[in-house]
């Protein structure tokens, strides 16, 4: 079963993040947007970056395109958790910290098997789509509950 999502996974992600999607545009607030705009222009990026340096993902050394990709999203998350009247952005940005901590953990210590490499820098964006599935489900039930709230806190 492994084998099976790892092997999807250039189709599972992006099809369960369409979903996520629709739902974003029909009944999410500000927070649900501004992630669902951070998670596209990661895929976008990551597209452009494979058709400007012609290769797939590569394991063996640390990739410095997927690196600053995370990276970025990790700022760009982290600034809306910061931010957003919700908790479960804090899980999207500390996930996506950790796709760049699999970046650093290559970097200083290359004898890091490229499969666990592989799997540290991937695996957190199938449990992102889970937290923002989540997430997503706790805000809709907490509108249905109390009614509407403001999306942002004011400091």
Known sequence: MLAMVWNSRGVLWPALLALL???VIWRGGA???SILA??????AFDRLYHLISHSGAHFQTVDLGHMTIDFVGA???????????????QWLSALQFVAVISHLIRAISPEVA???????MVAPSYLQILAFTIGLSLHLWRQRKHGPYRSWQHY
Do not use: D, H, T
């Open 38 to 43: 951070v998670f596209i222009l990661m895929i």
């Open 114 to 120: 490229k499969g666990a490499y592989a799997i540290f």
């Open 31 to 33: 927070p649900e947007r």
């Open 21 to 23: 999607a629709l739902i």
């Open 75 to 89: 700022l760009a998350l982290l600034v809306i958790a910061l931010y957003a009247n919700r908790q479960y952005p």
